[in-house]
């Protein structure tokens, strides 16, 4: 028969072997979250420099003459800007009055007239009425 003891020890074993792994976990958990935060930063800055760079080159170029000079296509040189939020405020300046909060998708659009259907009266939503208590 196992005494107390025994038992005891070969619990805190198995414990001592689950914290170091739940520690491990975790520690490599917030490595990589502080190097893509890094990585992050870096990249705005890239972003950034590269925005500055095919704004100055527009005075000396199309970006389409830049595109076949680099080889990169016009497409990936116009979305450095869109990733600084530089072309948010193009298109919010350029369109007078913000569409904002309005979808057009045909989806919500069909939604929008949708009549919602009432559910049967056994059903059990999971949400309790403000005069009952739980």
Do not use: N
């Amino acid at each position: 028969m196992v005494t107390a003891d025994e038992i005891r020890a070969r619990v805190e074993a198995a414990d001592r072997a689950r914290i170091q792994t739940r520690a491990d976990a975790a520690a490599q958990i917030a490595a990589d979250v502080e190097r893509r935060t890094t990585v992050a930063a870096e990249l705005a800055e890239i972003d950034a420099s590269l925005t500055a760079r095919i704004d100055a080159a527009a005075a000396v170029m199309t970006l389409a003459e830049l595109a076949e000079f680099t080889g990169i296509p016009e497409t990936e040189l116009r979305a450095v800007g869109s990733r600084t939020g530089e072309s948010r405020s193009r298109r919010t300046a350029r369109g007078g009055k913000s569409q904002r909060g309005k979808s057009t998708t045909r989806a919500a659009r069909s939604r929008r007239g949708a009549a919602v259907a009432p559910l049967p009266a056994d059903t059990d939503t999971g949400v309790v009425d403000a005069g009952q208590s739980a």
